[in-house]
């Protein structure tokens, strides 16, 4: 791991706000913060989407786990939990013992410097999203994108998420259709970089690239000086082309079937 720990702390601060928001701000959502871990709970049976993210060492790893288990036990949901940087070890018994599985780590994935302009905008309109025509527009890329339930995109991305202080979303529009999405979500000086989503026909065509610094951009334009984001398997080789590195993971690991 080669990030200093200021700016480690920093993009996993970014991490816990940034999705504390996002999830909090679904039609079903909630988000439990507290100093040893935090947990995002959609109440939708997604995996990738409700964790429990273990943010400081604790003494009780058993206690902790059971707390954030209780989260997901009504609904008996699946749920993975997920790990700061180093903290998974005086769980790994534990996991196992309980049927735990590895999964694939979440990527975390940093810019230290932010681009000025767009120079990969190429023949996509991009819009920042301002109204419901245009969030419908990211609503609808984004369940495609994530394979979401068909109709769930309002539920997932509401309207409540247009009025989030330091955050824009935009979509890139090719052909005259919804082709692609990024949003920025600013948190002290990271720009923090979800939903970059892009649909199935428009891929290779250099669009997730442009979306994502499009949102780089705004982040610089708010005096962001380092960009942070959770790397899919598509995308971590489209953030590297930008510049982004991969200095650390969370490991992670699912919940019993």
Request: proline share 5%.
């Amino acid at each position: 791991m080669d990030l200093d720990r200021t700016k480690q702390d920093l993009a996993d601060t970014n991490y816990v706000i940034c999705m504390g928001l996002l999830i909090s701000n679904t039609i079903s959502g909630e988000f439990f913060n507290s100093f040893k871990f935090s947990v995002f709970n959609t109440h939708f049976p997604s995996r990738e989407f409700n964790v429990i993210f273990v943010k400081e060492r604790t003494s009780k790893p058993l206690k902790l786990l059971q707390q954030g288990e209780r989260f997901f036990e009504s609904g008996k949901l699946p749920f993975r939990i997920a790990f700061k940087y180093g903290l998974e070890k005086d769980f790994l018994p534990l996991l196992a013992e309980r049927g735990y599985k590895e999964s694939r780590p979440e990527v975390v994935m940093t810019l230290s410097d932010l681009p000025d302009k767009n120079i990969f905008r190429k023949d996509l309109d991009i819009r920042r999203v301002s109204n419901t025509g245009e969030l419908a527009h990211f609503q609808e890329v984004v369940e495609k994108s994530y394979s979401l339930p068909a109709g769930s995109g309002p539920a997932v991305i509401t309207e409540r998420v247009l009025n989030l202080p330091d955050a824009e979303m935009f979509v890139g529009y090719a052909d005259n259709q919804p082709a692609c999405t990024s949003m920025l979500i600013k948190t002290g000086p990271v720009a923090g970089i979800y939903w970059v989503a892009a649909l199935d026909q428009f891929r290779n065509r250099g669009f997730g690239k442009a979306i994502t610094v499009e949102a780089l951009v705004a982040g610089k334009k708010r005096g962001c000086t380092f960009a942070n984001l959770q790397a899919s398997v598509l995308g971590e080789p489209v953030y590297r082309k930008i510049g982004f590195d991969n200095p650390y993971n969370y490991q992670s690991y699912h919940s019993p079937d």
